[in-house]
């Protein structure tokens, strides 16, 4: 069966260091992923997007990672600051177009 | 800055009741999203329309569920009889093709 897999448990780190999110998936082939943040009461905001044949994007203090042979993404954020804790969701293109399929999402926290 | 604006943002009613919610796309979008986030199952689409076609809703109950686009600028999507186990918080978001979507703020629905 389809699955996206993303770290269940909370990820606590302090600030300043690097946070790195996982995205696993099986039986998919996506063209391309997506990393959503979304922060409490509030919908998801689109941060970055990779596509099937990119290795590697960046964006200020991201960086995303897609290796379709070991099927995942790993999301970067260099010298964390409190205000990107958040909870952080990865999402695969499913079916043509922008459908997309997400995982459950990994809540961050940076600590002072 | 252009937004993807949703009403109600909380609705609270017995059960049996119809709710409708509404959704008011970016302008210029062609594809509509509708989706439901639960803890337990994290965000799941539900429908999705292109130029205000459906294109899928496989991901809907039929028996109480129905989502349509009556014109380009408001989605709504209803649910007739509602239940307890609708309790959820419900997002519109649109997009354009292979592009990313934007969401709204959600309304959180809660089913007495």
């Known amino acids: 069966s389809q699955k996206i897999e993303q770290n269940s448990e909370a990820l606590n780190i302090q600030e300043g260091k690097t946070a790195t999110l996982t995205c696993n998936y099986t039986?998919?082939?996506?063209?391309?992923l997506q990393w959503y943040r979304q922060d409490p009461g509030r919908g998801p905001v689109f941060l970055l997007l990779?596509?099937?044949?990119?290795k590697e994007k960046r964006k200020e203090r991201l960086k995303v990672t897609f290796d379709t042979t070991l099927k995942q993404s790993l999301f970067h954020i260099t010298a964390s600051q409190p205000a990107d804790s958040a909870t952080y969701l990865c999402?695969?293109?499913?079916?043509?177009?922008?459908?997309?399929?997400f995982g459950t999402g990994t809540q961050l926290k940076v600590e002072l | 800055d252009a937004r993807v604006t949703q009403t109600p943002r909380h609705k609270v009613t017995e059960m049996g009741q119809e709710v409708t919610m509404r959704c008011q796309p970016i302008?210029?979008?062609?594809?509509v999203f509708w989706y439901r986030q639960t803890m337990m199952q994290g965000l799941e689409l539900l429908a999705y329309?292109?130029?205000?076609?459906?294109?899928?809703d496989s991901g809907m109950p039929k028996d109480r569920f129905s989502a349509e686009m009556p014109d380009a600028t408001l989605a709504t999507l209803k649910i007739q009889p509602s239940e307890p186990r609708d309790s959820a918080v419900y997002f519109c978001?649109?997009?354009?093709?292979?592009?990313?979507?934007?969401f709204g703020d959600g309304t959180r629905l809660s089913i007495l």
């Open positions: 978001a649109s997009g354009s093709q292979e592009q990313p979507q934007h």
């Open positions: 039986n998919y082939s996506p063209a391309y």
């Open positions: 990779i596509r099937e044949n990119e």
């Open positions: 999402a695969l293109e499913s079916g043509g177009g922008n459908k997309l399929t």
């Open positions: 302008l210029g979008h062609n594809t």
């Open positions: 329309f292109r130029n205000r076609a459906p294109l899928d």
